[in-house]
């Protein structure tokens, strides 16, 4: 495989993204960083031994329900800074001791005062390093996870490592049926939270900071969801419009499913399906919030109905969501990434049998490997020629050929891969009619680090595909 090419959209520089961490971590208060720094540095042992960083800074916050905000924030960032940071800090302290590594966050990441440093940690600093040459130690990577990152983007692959070093922004969508994006603005500023608009997807908004999201009656009356930008445009290629009958096959929670039913307006059917049962109750729930019950069917078998549209929602690697995750990349295997490929064409064939004539298949990842998009979709069409693949309909500077491509780097969005496809009316001259359609696509595991992952207190991980 070649490199990826560039999208379109003017990348930042690789200084620029580090300016920016580095300015994050110096607005924080660190001389309150002694009033928790025993606790702190229990919580990063386990956390440099395979441990969830999430998880472990959850039980610590409920461990010390006392702790005011700045505290909090100090405990929040000194953990997960060191769960991400790891490899870039032991370069510098030349240990894998947390308190060494937290000695180094301070002063050679976030670049405070070393008479400062050594009075809020009580460590002395060795003498200082410069940064590390290559990339992968610069940015704290996996070498092996780099090397899958340079296979897919090429001279981009430090930025969007970089990207994903910076945790990603809370987006919500402005639930259509209940309220548009002005209007849900406004809504949320007299609840206290400051909001703008999304760049690329019609519903997107961003919030200020991290807003207790649960608690606002904006979120409980079902005003909104919780959906990463790149999601929404991905949503979006299946063009949803009242009175279609549409097939989310990997519905998951629904995150998209929701999207769908807005666009409907009241008219129309999506029926959601998933092999996991749990994640359709919760999906559920959300649909009664959303006031979609009445277009949304929850299947927890298939039939042989022919759809105008169907969404696979493919499980994957997930690569492009690990900004909201710091630490997920040390828990990764590189290795497990070649059951994914198989599963994805299955389930594509699975879909393909459901799209009635002259209607739209939709396969969405979010990762960036080229064997999961490019290679499956290349497969796809040399084994269905009765299914052409059309435009993205979206804005060139997210399209690379005709698929959607959204990237951390380049578009303030997780990373995203779409390709559209639409089966013609009429068979080719030599192809034969479809096979019947199975009473249920494959069964698939459930990829590390993506659906189902615990939530991070900093960086909202609450992404709802």
């Known amino acids: ?208 900071g991290r807003p207790n999201i649960l608690g606002l009656p904006s979120h409980q009356q079902g005003l909104f969801e919780v959906q990463d930008e790149g999601s929404q445009l991905a949503g979006a290629l299946v063009g949803a419009r009242p009175g279609m009958r549409i097939l989310d096959l990997c519905a998951g929670s629904g995150g998209k499913t929701l999207l769908l039913a807005a666009a409907l307006q009241g008219e129309g059917r999506v029926d959601a399906h998933d092999i996991d049962r749990q994640a359709l109750e919760r999906l559920r729930h959300r649909v009664e919030r959303a006031g979609a019950s009445a277009n949304v069917r929850i299947l927890h078998e298939l039939g042989d109905e022919l759809y105008d549209a169907v969404l696979v929602d493919a499980p994957c690697s997930a690569l492009g969501s690990l900004r909201r995750g710091p630490d997920v990349r040390w828990r990764l295997d590189v290795r497990s990434f070649r059951r994914w490929p198989p599963i994805q064409r299955a389930l594509l064939d699975a879909a393909a049998r459901r799209v009635r004539p002259g209607g739209r298949l939709v396969y969405v990842t979010c990762t960036v490997r080229p064997e999961e998009n490019e290679d499956v979709v290349r497969r796809f069409l040399e084994k269905r020629p009765h299914f052409k693949q059309e435009a993205a309909p979206a804005p060139a500077e997210l399209r690379r050929g005709r698929a959607l491509v959204a990237l951390p780097h380049r578009h303030g969005t997780d990373g995203f891969y779409g390709a559209v496809f639409q089966r013609r009316l009429t068979a080719p001259a030599h192809g034969s009619r479809p096979r019947a359609a199975p009473r249920r696509p494959p069964r698939r595991p459930r990829p590390s680090g993506s659906r189902g992952r615990a939530r991070s207190p900093r960086r909202g991980r609450a992404r709802r595909r």
Do not use: Y
Request: charged share 25%.
């Open 1 to 208: 495989m070649t490199p990826r090419a560039s999208t379109g959209t003017r990348a930042p520089s690789l200084h620029a993204l580090e300016r920016t961490l580095r300015d994050r971590l110096a607005r924080l208060d660190w001389s309150r960083f002694p009033e928790v720094r025993r606790e702190v540095l229990e919580t990063i042992g386990p956390v440099l031994h395979g441990g969830d960083a999430a998880w472990q800074l959850t039980v610590l916050l409920r461990s010390n329900t006392g702790w005011d905000a700045a505290q909090r924030a100090i405990a929040a960032e000194a953990v997960f800074g060191v769960a991400l940071w790891r490899r870039r800090l032991a370069h510098h302290a030349g240990s894998d001791d947390p308190l060494a590594l937290v000695t180094a966050l301070l002063r050679d990441v976030a670049h405070l005062p070393v008479k400062s440093v050594r009075s809020w940690t009580g460590a002395q600093p060795p003498e200082p390093r410069p940064p590390p040459g290559d990339w992968p130690t610069r940015l704290s990577w996996p070498p092996a996870l780099a090397r899958e990152l340079e296979h897919a983007l090429g001279r981009e692959a430090p930025l969007f490592a970089a990207a994903c070093n910076l945790p990603g922004p809370v987006t919500i969508r402005a639930n259509r049926l209940r309220t548009d994006r002005d209007a849900l603005a406004e809504r949320l500023r007299a609840e206290g939270v400051q909001s703008r608009p999304g760049r690329h997807a019609p519903d997107a908004l961003h919030l200020e």
